[in-house]
């Protein structure tokens, strides 16, 4: 029996009451945007919906063992608290989930484990430890018939079946509502170092940085900050310089650590490595760069570029001919975050025209409503994959009730 | 009698044999077509030896183009079509069906570009596993899956089937190591998906397709990532009295934050019959062995080791013994990795793939044990021990049909109990045919129902690998 879906704020405490409203707006074709904790809710394409439902209610650890190194919680838990369990027993998220919450204006530390599985956005130590996705043992969630489903489950090594719940990485929310989340969990390292270069161009830093990750020496972080951003750090070393830092990590037991790091410094001679940050230094600074520091307390247009490193700071040099840019490269370059002026495409013209040359692709993270109800916010994709991807989310949501248009229109 | 059925072939199909012959002749060069009795029945089963079908014809392609005609044209006609890598499958993923062409990759092994600075390889999907490796050795890297039969099995096959092998404990299983792919759909598209850059633009359709037993387009090339190799690595054995204690250590290492390359596992008759074909070393009167490799510089994996064996104390190691030489190192990996070609020696054997936590390895050890003595079977324990995934093998005569029989229920039952202990049917090797009609223990019919929704996505009419992965019955089609 199910009636129509009222509209407004829903937050069911319960996995049956979810299934139950999203079977509701599905018969009665009702388009509800799904929700987690809300802290990303200012990006992605803006959702035309009269409901709302959210997973904030669905807040609990239900299962951890460290020696397996699983964890599961419900979609709504605050991934904070279970980085902070995990803390308690010397493990980690190695994938070192962004927190994108200050930039875009909130607060830090509201994200939920479902929000940051749905939106995929991965940290620096990404280049050695893999994506949220790759961190996914199993899911449970709603799909648009209001159906509950699970894929995986709670061993590391699965493939009885499609991979549904990895598939659900970076879906934001428009395939199915996650409900539960099971992830593999790692050891925390006993000691951080951090190499820090300064002034180099952008080519010159992502040149060293692919250099430092191609060592055997399993660099757990790669990022070079422009000037104008780099003095935002609270590294004193870092403001003082005056100049483009570029930060190499490396993580491990207290002597392999410094090992790596001595061996390390030879290899970026030519780079002249000047400052080593001990563990406590090196995780404040890699804490700002997990908040986006340098970008907080601004409203220019931020961009998530993905792009092979070896052709990052090209394109970065073209774009930047045109639009006055502010760059900070993750991933050895991998990763590009690009805040632009204020325009009325925040830039989309010219990133988007410059990137089909180069491949790769980019997502606008912040910007007004209006901006992003009027332009591509993800990349657009070749006809074929479009219509793979419209064909996906039928498969799920056959009446296309969630988080409609969110990142494609129709999708 | 093999109980598990292909399904009844059409008909329709078979009749017009001589024509679609004829037809696939037309877009395959001669080499690349194999219709003869003779030169069909070397595909018509793979390592689950069992099952056998000749298929119709067996198309080799050697282009991405033709494997599109092909794809293309038996879309049009409605043929099935079953895609088939090195035919290394355990469960029976590249069993032929009778009114189905065998499309195999096997000319498809090129490397296509190595990209040093962005740490990746763009491969054909019919290379070898341990050809990648070989190939970008002289730069320092390494494709880091390394499943046992990697000498034969082909990526494409890996990338049915999500493969692992004994490192995956620390780089991963194949879908955390593959970047791109170029995949053919079944009506003859072909699509790239992902590329040199680390994630998706849109939906991630790679770990879809990574995992999927062929079933939703054929991946003719794909894009790995690189690792650099380690500067050293260097194995140590530890031997106990009893498999608990095993377990229990290696619970301990991971517990004290310790992630080693591999932790294997072997228990007493494996630990003889590898020893025996490999003159690895083994301890031979213990219950149950270890071997736990750790990488890193001279002075880390002194350490590492050292560490490692304090923990071991704890459980009161009958042996410890580090490998003292390079060559002794090749002879303690040779042991593990040709255990299954060792045991194949002395018996025929029925090989699972069950995962279960970790936590529940005692236990899971003692039911295994149970059940295939309720069977009156011989069974031998070898597996991958960081991530719990056990391959009992279970021994019988294979040309006693009855024995066969029984060998599939004792292993139905053992994967059965690796369900309820929290775990699942298959970790690397696949469900096939073999655990097609299992899929039931694990999942819900709606959780198979989405599963197969998303098969109808990429292949409406249902023409790839149809057999496999899903109960014949009550398949849920659109």
Known sequence: MTGNLRLGFHAPDSTAELAHLVAEAADTRTPIEVRGRGSKHEVGRPVQAGSVVSTERLAEITFYEPTELVVSALAGTPVVEVEHLLAEHGQQLAFEPVDLGPALGGKPGQASVG????????????????????????????????????????VMKNVTGYDLSRALAGSWGTLAVMTEITLKVLPAPKETRTLLCFGLTDATAVEAMCLAVGTPFEVS???HVQEP?????????????????????????PGAARHRTSRLKEKLAAYAPSVELDTERSRRFWSEVKSLKMFQGSERPLWRISIAPSRAAKLVGIIARTLDIRTVYDWSGGLVWLETELTSDAGAVEIRRTLAEFGGHATLIRAEPGTRASLDVFQPLDPPLMALSAKLKAAFDPVG???PGRMYPGI | MPHLSNGAP???????????????????PAPGLIVDQEGRRTFETDALTAYRCLPLAVVLPSTTEEVSKVLRFCHQKSIKVVPRGAGTSLCGGALPLEDAIVLGL????????????????????GITNIAISQAVASQGFFYAPDPSSQLACTLGGNIGTNAGGARCLKYGVTVNNVQALRIVLMDGEIIDIGGDHLDAPGYDFLPLIIGSEGQLGIVTEATVRLIKMPEGSRPMLLGFDSSQAAGACVAGIIAAGIVPVAIEFMDKPAIHVCDNFAH??????????????VEGSEDEIVALLDTIAEIAERYVPHVMHVSQSEAESARIWKGRKAAFGAIGQISDYYCMDGVIPLSKLPEALLDVGRICKRYHFEVANIFHAGDGNLHPLILYNANDPVELERAELCGAEILKRCVELGGCLTGEHGVGIEKRDLMPLQFSPADLAQQMRVKSVFDPGWLLNPAKVFPLEGRTLT
């Open chain 1, 115 to 154: 929000g940051v599985l749905a939106t995929n956005f991965s940290g620096s130590r990404r280049i050695l430890a893999g994506a949220a996705r790759d961190h996914v043992l199993g899911v449970r969630g709603v799909n648009g018939r209001g159906e509950a489903f699970k894929s995986g489950g709670r």
């Open chain 2, 280 to 293: 690895a070393g083994y301890p031979l009167d213990v219950e149950a062995l270890l071997i736990v490799e």
């Open chain 1, 221 to 223: 972080g790669t990022a």
């Open chain 1, 401 to 403: 009730i969630l988080n």
């Open chain 1, 229 to 253: 951003l780099a003095k935002r750090f609270s590294e004193q070393d870092v403001v003082k310089a005056r100049a483009s830092v570029t930060a190499i990590r490396i993580e491990n037991f």
């Open chain 2, 106 to 125: 096997s000319r498809m092994t090129r490397v296509l570009a190595v990209d040093e600075t962005n740490r990746v390889a763009r491969v054909e999907a």
């Open chain 2, 10 to 28: 059409d008909p329709a199909i078979l009749a017009r044999r001589e024509e679609i012959l004829r037809q696939l002749a037309k877009l395959v």
